[in-house]
């Protein structure tokens, strides 16, 4: 009998990146002149990995996340997101949270998280289930009928968190989601957060501005300069999981930490 | 020394009322002794009395008859008078009403929909930007007797006046509300898979209702103040004509009937576009009054 190994039936598209971007730059045009706000990133994220950009602000993280979610386009290299190429936003591909909670104020939290589900035609049963679910993931069960003015802002971040989740997407983009955030609503939505992606196995690239969160959230952290926007460096972060609290104060975390600051503070 | 209680709003209110009322009916009873203390306009010829108002509105209203008599309900009096008068308060407030809420409804539906398509198309809004100042700058009263030639004596010169004069409020704050969307939701709805005509629908009219709304309570005013000077320049039946026979006939209280009805008419159309404002938009922080 051949032995099976040699045959390797593991799909090409399950062995690639989840996400994967292959020289990818941005140019565009102020007044006649070219701007470069990226510059030949290539970055791979395996399956179920996090990934966490990190880098000063001007540096094209957020540009380049919203090239991955296709609302943007490269003008140069390319994007590809489950193997294949992403050109328009995807649901069913790419979920994405962003910095402001970005909830429509006119829809309950419930509404909110079946939005993705509305627009595709799914039933209202069908809707309901999935955005209970969704809800109950992120900790939020039995808030469903408030409007986002009602709730506070570490709870809207989690609405939010729930309709990227809704369409159980492979990959989630999440855009400095805990930027606005007080610094103890933002350690606990880390946990929160951590916890989700345990729960789910999602992808998760996830732009920030903050060391800490950086380190304390990552598989993997990126770094990235500005003007033009490029990669710097590339971390593993080898600190066990689950993360806690404690370890922020270790000295793996630190000299981590402080790899980053020189790079940030270079460019800056 | 102790303090005195602050006499309640309502006390005040119920005061002035008072107040007012009684210089109406007893005020110009001093013009003979005291002739600079009382303006000329006190004149119940021209302004009426509280007491003749009344009066005048049992008449009109068809609960007496013009000779002092009540109306029995049951003797079939009062369905005699309602028969008989061509334009009794009730058929007058019924036709005016029914008109101001047609007037209405074109007008807004009419002016949010051209807004909303101006407003999210800046070929368009650029094309019309003139026109639309230019017609704008009319007075819209002053077309009412063209109207009025135009559409006849009926009930549709009225709507079509009413129209004319609401259709732009509304369009203006229609045109303002979808100006300013915030830019940010349209993206999240796009990231989101919508199509253009999904954000229109479940981003664009949501976010411009708050605009649309702060447009209503002016319009059903307008609506019904085009209908009123279309009843003036020509009409069969209505508060406005009631008040041209009044006027006619140099009855005062009559008018004063009239323009009475009118503010109490307002008054409920307001508190009803205010209650329904209050219900769609529950989901701005200030409406959450409960």
Redesign the interface.
Known sequence: MQPLANITPIKPAARAGAVQLGGVGLVYKTSGQDVVAVSDVSIEVKPGRFAVLVGPSGCGKSSLLMMM???RHQTSGAISINGAPIEV???DRVG?V?Q?P?L????TAEENVE??L???GVSKQERRAKAEEALQLVGLDGFGKR????LSGGMKQRVSIA?GLVQDPPVLLMDEPFAALDEQTRMTMGDELLRIWAATGKTIVFVTHSLTEAVYLADEVIVMSARPGRIVDRLEVALPRPRTFEMLSGDAFGSLRDRIWRHIRKSA | MRMRRPVSTLAWQVLICVAVLSIWQWGYGLHGSFPWLVPDLLDPYFVSKPSEIFGQFLILGCFKSKLGAFNGWFNGDFARCMARTENNLWIATAVTLKNTFFGFLAGVSSGFAAGLVLGRSDRLSAIFQPFITAVNSIPRIALAPIIVLAFGIGDMSKVVTSWIVVVFLVFFNTFEGARSIDE??V?????????EW?ITR??VI??T?AWVFASLSPAISFALIGVIVGEFIGAERGIGRLIIESEARAEASGMMVAVIVLMLVGVALSALIWRLQAYLL????HN?VE
């Open positions: 979610a296709g609302l936003p995807d649901p994405v962003f402001e970005s429509f104020p006119w829809l939005f993705p509305t627009l595709r409007h986002p003015h009602e309709r | 940010g939701f993206n999240v709805a796009r990231l989101l898979g919508a199509s999904q479940t981003v949501p976010s209702m529950r989901w701005q922080q959450m």
